[in-house]
């Protein structure tokens, strides 16, 4: 299970500050989408270091008996 | 870490939501609603002999039905009264009123009020919507400049 989190400020004027952690690649996209339709316009976006991480793949390597 | 993003506030609501923020932000700053009405009583709450500041917020827009687009709603502290409605355009529009006060004075209320009315619109939809969707607010402070910080978790499984 995934765990997720967010700080969010909303000043005074209701402008909104929206620090996203736990996410990589599109699933951090899609949040900060969301957050967009919640609150509204976009006006600065600063990708961090995570969100280049690729998506988490469970791999399974199968040996062939011979 | 993720993404770190600024957005700015737009208003769009249905007059309950934006009158529930009036309420919540007129409270905040200490002044107290005088009156939620339809515009046949608007004459009461303006008289023609105080000085008048009009102001828009912006990028708002009050959603409503034809029924409700005269619908009003005003609050008042020491002599100051401050009426929201919806413009012609559809605008959240206020008024601004009082004797003895000067125009930059009320100028000034009505847009430390006006802009306490979006923070409280942005707060109730934000947490709303993410309670909605299975996040749960952990933490939440309020701060002496008036900002509101909230840490939100959601677990994905």
Redesign the interface.
């Known amino acids: 299970?995934?765990?997720?989190?967010?700080?969010?400020?909303?000043?005074?004027?209701?402008?909104?500050?929206?620090?996203?952690?736990?996410?990589?690649g599109k699933s951090?996209s899609e949040?900060?989408k969301?957050?967009?339709q919640?609150?509204?316009?976009?006006?600065?976006?600063?990708?961090?270091?995570?969100?280049y991480e690729p998506d988490e793949v469970v791999r399974f390597q199968i040996d062939q008996k011979a | 870490m993720g993404a770190v993003c600024v957005l700015a506030p737009v208003v769009v609501a249905a007059w309950p939501a934006f009158s529930s923020a009036v309420v919540a932000a007129a409270a905040s700053l200490g002044y107290s609603v005088a009156s939620e009405s339809a515009g046949a009583l608007r004459k009461h709450h303006t008289p023609k002999s105080e000085n008048a500041i009009q102001l828009e917020i912006e990028r708002s827009e009050v959603v409503t039905n034809t029924l409700g687009r005269d619908q009003r709603i005003s609050v008042t502290k020491e002599g100051v009264s401050i009426t929201f409605s919806r413009d012609a355009r559809g605008k959240a529009a206020l008024c601004v009123t009082g004797n003895g006060q000067s125009q930059e004075a009320l100028r000034a209320c009505g847009e430390q009020l006006g802009q306490a009315v979006v923070q409280q619109y942005v707060y109730q939809k934000l947490l709303t919507e993410m309670q909605a969707r299975g996040f749960v607010v952990v933490d939440e402070q309020h701060h002496q400049d008036r900002s509101i910080e909230l840490r939100v978790r959601h677990w994905e499984g």
Do not use: N, P, Y
């Open positions: 299970m995934g765990q997720h989190e967010f700080e969010i400020k909303i000043e005074a004027d209701g402008c909104v500050t929206m620090h996203a952690r736990g996410f990589k951090c949040v900060v969301l957050f967009e919640i609150v509204g316009e976009i006006r600065s976006e600063q990708k961090t270091s995570e969100f």
